[in-house]
């Protein structure tokens, strides 16, 4: 194929390949899925070599609306024309967090920025800035930035967050025990561990969710724990989005942060981010040094402008969750049909396929489900990042190309793990991200 060879130039000239793990083709069934796109439009993209995908991650949970929206892109091009950068501000900025204050329940002052991770330092900056305190207790993913990394230079710290085996190579050994993970879910140890660093603490940094509800009452302890300890509560909501609802996740929990980060899915694929909080939070970042050149560029605000529009005109929550839960219908009939030994979990906005195998055998099951359904035209892995322009052509041609690759599975299954091993037409994918908050 072309495009392993587009790699292998990559690979000579771009440490690693790619500039996001999650876009390594060993993240997929290397060989067999896409690795360079040419294309994208609504729910589907095609590669290099030519063949045509339905997209099962959105950009990486970027794309809500679907790939090249036409109002959104028309919104953008409308910008181009005018300028998408100044010697001065735009309007746009003001606009934008008056849209973001009106839709996030703790929303009542906004700053930016150009990405997910980026947008987490920023409030960690500012939680610490307006506490006067260095440590972050955290829970789940939050970017590549030092504070966060910091966390491995306890080794291990980070396994059940991210991946396994981080070296912490090039961050500061001085930052050592100034990010310290805890197990979600479980609020008595996010107790004893704010009283053991008592006083010490800026900020509870979490994703409040992923793919499934929280268990019932722990966000509310999390809360609770941060008020009696006066500590920031900070929601990371990059990779939730605004798929439960157009104000995000706090208005469907009903537990407000004091601070929430944003991205990806808030400008349906352009660069943009966004730290939104309280006023007597937010307002002290106007004297701590948070400044750069294209936090004001005007294609990302003008994007997430309309993208937080149309989520509303258009309800896409609810189209999420019918699609999702029609997707998760159609799976389940195509793994009861086939009996292959996979379970249907997660939201309805996020549906996820977890192999009822030994531990052994399951990433094995999962990188030949990522190859048939590549063969079969479907992009993904075991949990699906929906938008709102997959409709039933997209389920329709999913549930078929399931059914026969939980086939396959199931007869694989019944020779062993020799069986799996023998249908792979590539290696076993590498460590997928592991999920604290799954
Ligand atoms: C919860 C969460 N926070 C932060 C990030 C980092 O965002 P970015 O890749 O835009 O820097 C991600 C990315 O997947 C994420 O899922």
Same mark, same amino acid.
């Given at each position: 194929m072309r495009q392993q060879q587009i790699f292998e130039r990559a690979c000579s000239l771009i440490p690693g390949g790619t500039q996001l793990v999650s876009r390594r083709p060993t993240q997929y069934a290397s060989g067999v899925s896409p690795i360079y796109a040419?294309?994208?439009?609504?729910?589907?993209?095609?590669?290099?070599?030519?063949?045509?995908?339905?997209?099962?991650?959105?950009?990486?949970?970027?794309?809500?609306?679907?790939?090249?929206?036409?109002?959104?892109?028309?919104?953008?091009?409308?910008?181009?024309?005018?300028?998408?950068?100044y010697s001065v501000n735009h309007e746009l900025e003001v606009e934008l967090a008056e849209e973001l204050v009106e839709l996030i329940p703790c929303a009542e002052m906004v700053r930016y920025a150009k990405g997910g991770g980026e947008a987490c330092a920023v409030a960690v900056r500012i939680a610490r800035g307006v506490t006067g305190r260095d440590k972050i207790l955290?829970?789940?993913?939050?970017?590549?930035?030092?504070?966060?990394?910091?966390?491995?230079?306890?080794?291990?710290?980070?396994?059940?967050?991210?991946?396994?085996?981080?070296?912490?190579?090039?961050?500061?050994?001085?930052?050592?025990?100034?990010?310290?993970?805890f197990p979600y879910g479980d609020p008595a140890e996010l107790e004893a561990q704010l009283e053991r660093h008592r006083g010490e603490v800026a900020a509870v940094m979490m994703e409040p969710l992923r793919s499934q509800w929280p268990p019932e009452g722990y966000l509310e302890a999390v809360r609770e724990l941060c008020d009696r300890e006066r500590v920031l509560l900070i929601f990371d909501e990059v990779?939730?989005?605004?798929?439960?609802?157009?104000?995000?996740?706090?208005?469907?929990?009903?537990?407000?942060?004091?601070?929430?980060?944003?991205?990806?899915?808030?400008?349906?694929?352009?660069?943009?981010?966004?730290?939104?909080?309280?006023?007597?939070?937010?307002?002290?970042?106007?004297?701590?040094?948070?400044?750069?050149?294209?936090?004001?560029?005007?294609?990302? &605000?003008? @994007?997430?402008?309309? /993208? %937080?529009? #149309?989520?509303? $005109?258009?309800?896409?929550?609810?189209? &999420?969750? @019918?699609?999702?839960? /029609? %997707?998760? #219908?159609?799976? $389940?009939?195509?793994?009861?049909a086939t009996h292959c030994p996979v379970r249907v979990s997660g939201l309805d906005v996020h549906?996820?396929?977890?192999?009822?195998?030994?531990?052994?055998?399951?990433?094995?099951?999962?990188?030949?489900?990522?190859?048939?359904?590549?063969?079969?035209?479907?992009?993904?892995?075991?949990?699906?990042?929906?938008?709102?322009?997959?409709?039933?052509?997209e389920i329709e041609q999913t549930a078929a190309a399931a059914k026969e690759t939980f086939a396959l599975i199931a007869a694989a299954v019944e020779d062993g793990e020799a069986g799996l091993r023998a249908r792979l037409r590539c290696p076993p994918r590498g460590d997928a991200f592991r999920r604290q908050v799954r």
């Open positions: 040419r294309w994208a439009k609504g729910a589907r993209f095609g590669d290099a070599d030519g063949r045509e995908f339905i997209d099962w991650v959105s950009g990486i949970g970027a794309v809500i609306l679907g790939y090249c929206d036409d109002v959104v892109d028309q919104a953008v091009c409308d910008q181009l024309r005018q300028g998408t950068i955290f829970c789940g993913y939050h970017g590549w930035h030092d504070w966060y990394l910091a966390a491995n230079l306890a080794p291990g710290a980070l396994d059940d967050h991210l991946l396994p085996g981080i070296d912490p190579i090039g961050v500061p050994a001085a930052l050592r025990d100034t990010a310290l993970p990779s939730t989005g605004f798929r439960l609802s157009a104000g995000g996740v706090q208005p469907v929990l009903g537990v407000t942060p004091d601070l929430a980060v944003f991205a990806k899915s808030i400008s349906n694929g352009f660069p943009m981010g966004a730290v939104v909080g309280r006023r007597d939070v937010m307002a002290p970042a106007a004297s701590m040094f948070i400044s750069s050149t294209y936090w004001s560029d005007t294609i990302g &605000l003008r @994007a997430a402008l309309t /993208t %937080l529009r #149309e989520l509303r $005109r258009r309800d896409v929550p609810a189209t &999420l969750k @019918a699609t999702g839960q /029609t %997707l998760k #219908e159609r799976i $389940r009939q195509a793994a009861s549906p996820q396929l977890e192999f009822e195998l030994e531990p052994a055998w399951r990433n094995l099951a999962a990188t030949l489900y990522i190859q048939e359904m590549a063969l079969r035209g479907c992009h993904g892995y075991p949990s699906f990042y929906l938008n709102a322009a997959q409709g039933d052509p």
